[in-house]
């Protein structure tokens, strides 16, 4: 058997995001770890191997020790969200912008530095100013050609809802790394449209739905299933 081929589609980019987190907003925004201070505290939702890339590099440029939590992106929301002005957390690092939003609607996330959000474009930051996007993946269709030929295949994130692609799709709807592109639908087209497209895929997939990722991948490539929805990276 082939190896499933990826190819890029038109979905919305899902980023790594960055907030400041805890009691900041009813301390004026001012970091634990701020000035004067030798160590932040850090809430890590990302990959563990992103994210030590980055703290020893930080921690390198700036003589600042960080100190990490590593666990589920809404595992440390919620925990912050018990915590409340008593959190320790000084940033929350995340995969995926919603996990911030709702620490925002709690009143959670301090105001980032204007300097700081200049250095991305405006679209993939908070439009409040209290979270920055810092990375970014794609989201792909891989398919194995063995079932399906490229010319075949959803060009457009709705196309996936088309009765013609039935028994064909496969997806993982509990990663965290699917709620992005629902949520992207439901923001461009309306809730309405978002609803049957989620009936549509979920007609498609059939018994196609899977719990990660890579286990889609590997569904691909064995031929069980023509076609899902991944990261890029996978």
């Known amino acids: 058997m082939r190896r499933p081929t990826g190819l890029p589609w038109r979905a919305a980019a899902a980023t790594g995001v960055l907030g400041l987190a805890g009691a ?24 563990e191997q992103t994210t030590d890339s980055i703290v020893t590099g ?33 940033v929350i690092y995340t995969e995926n912008s919603q996990v911030l939003e709702f620490l925002q609607e709690k009143g959670l996330l301090a105001t980032v530095d204007a300097s700081t959000l200049a250095e991305t474009p405006a679209g993939y930051n908070s439009p409040q100013g209290d979270w920055v996007g810092v990375s970014a993946r794609v989201s792909v269709l891989i398919y194995n050609p063995g079932l399906i030929q490229k010319s075949q295949l959803p060009t457009t994130v709705l196309q996936l809802a088309n009765p013609k692609y039935k028994g064909e799709l496969a997806i993982a709807p509990q990663e965290t790394d699917f709620q992005p592109i ?32 890579e286990t889609i991948a590997d569904e691909v490539n064995r031929g069980q299933a023509a076609f899902g929805i991944v990261n890029q990276y996978y």
């Open 182 to 213: 629902v949520t992207a639908v439901t923001r461009a087209y309306g809730q309405a449209a978002a609803l049957r497209w989620l009936d549509g895929i979920k007609a498609n997939a059939g018994s196609h739905v899977y719990p990660d990722n």
């Open 58 to 90: 930080f921690e390198k440029a700036t003589g600042i020790t960080a100190s990490v939590r590593n666990d589920d992106e809404d595992i440390i929301a919620d925990q912050i969200v018990a915590e409340g002005s008593h959190s320790p957390a000084d």
């Open 24 to 47: 900041l907003a009813a301390c004026g925004g001012a970091a634990s770890g701020a000035a004067g201070s030798q160590s932040i505290t850090l809430y890590n939702g990302q990959h």
